[in-house]
C-alpha cells in the first residue's frame, strides 16, 4: 500500500522552485493563463513541490485547484479531465449560496452551445448539464477535443480562476493530449 506524504512537514530546499511556482500562480489571477511543466526522477518530490504551491496559493486568495493523476495503462479516455470536472463541479458545490449561482451562470455560458458534448463526460457534468437536451448529430472528434479544451480555459475567472494540475503526465491518453494541445 502506498504511503501518503504528510503535507505538514515543511517543503526544505525547494524555495527557488516554489517562488517560481508562486508566480506562474499568481500571473493566473492577472487573466495570464500559463502550461507549466515540472519534469525530474521519480521520488524528487515534483507532487509535493505542486502541493505545497496550490496550498500557499489557496491561503491567498480563492481559486478552483483541479488535481488529477495519469495512471499508467489507463484505459478510460480522457480520465484526468473528467476527474478533474468532478472536482470542478464537487468545489462548486461547496461555495456559498450567491457566488455559487454566480460560477453556475458563468459555467453554462462557458459550455456554449456545445453543452450537450460536455454532458457525458463525467457523472458530475450529466448532473450539471442535465437540462440540455442529447442531439443526435454526430459532432466530429475535433469538434469535441476544442469544445472541451474550451470550457475548461472559460471556467476560471479573474475572481476565482482555475488550476489545472495533472500528475504523471507521461501516461496521458491520447485524447486528453488532444485537449490539452489546444490549451
Known amino acids: 500500500a502506498k504511503r501518503e506524504r ?23 489571477y492577472n487573466q495570464r493563463g500559463s502550461v507549466i511543466l515540472i519534469e525530474g526522477e521519480p521520488g524528487s518530490g515534483k507532487t509535493r513541490l505542486i502541493q505545497e504551491a496550490c496550498a500557499q496559493t489557496a491561503h491567498q486568495r480563492p481559486a478552483f485547484f483541479l488535481r488529477t493523476k495519469c495512471e499508467l495503462g489507463g484505459q478510460l479516455p480522457l480520465a484526468p479531465l473528467r476527474a478533474a470536472l468532478d472536482q470542478y463541479f464537487i468545489q462548486l458545490k461547496q461555495l456559498p449560496a450567491e457566488e455559487q449561482l454566480v460560477i453556475q451562470k458563468q459555467t453554462r455560458e462557458a ?50 480562476p482555475l488550476f489545472l494540475v495533472i500528475d504523471d503526465i507521461q501516461w496521458l491518453d491520447e485524447g486528453s493530449r488532444k485537449v490539452l494541445a489546444r490549451f
Not at 125 to 133: E, I, L, N, P, R
Not at 146 to 153: G, K, N
Open 111 to 160: 459550455a456554449g452551445e456545445f453543452a450537450h458534448l460536455l454532458r457525458r463526460l463525467s457523472p458530475e457534468t450529466m448532473k450539471f448539464f442535465s437540462a440540455v437536451a442529447d442531439r443526435t448529430l454526430l459532432e466530429s472528434q475535433d469538434i469535441f477535443y476544442s469544445t472541451v479544451a474550451d470550457f475548461f480555459l472559460k471556467l476560471g475567472s479573474s475572481q476565482r
Open 6 to 28: 504528510d503535507s505538514s512537514v515543511s517543503l526544505v530546499g525547494r524555495e527557488k522552485e516554489l517562488e517560481e511556482l508562486r508566480g506562474y500562480f499568481h500571473s493566473v
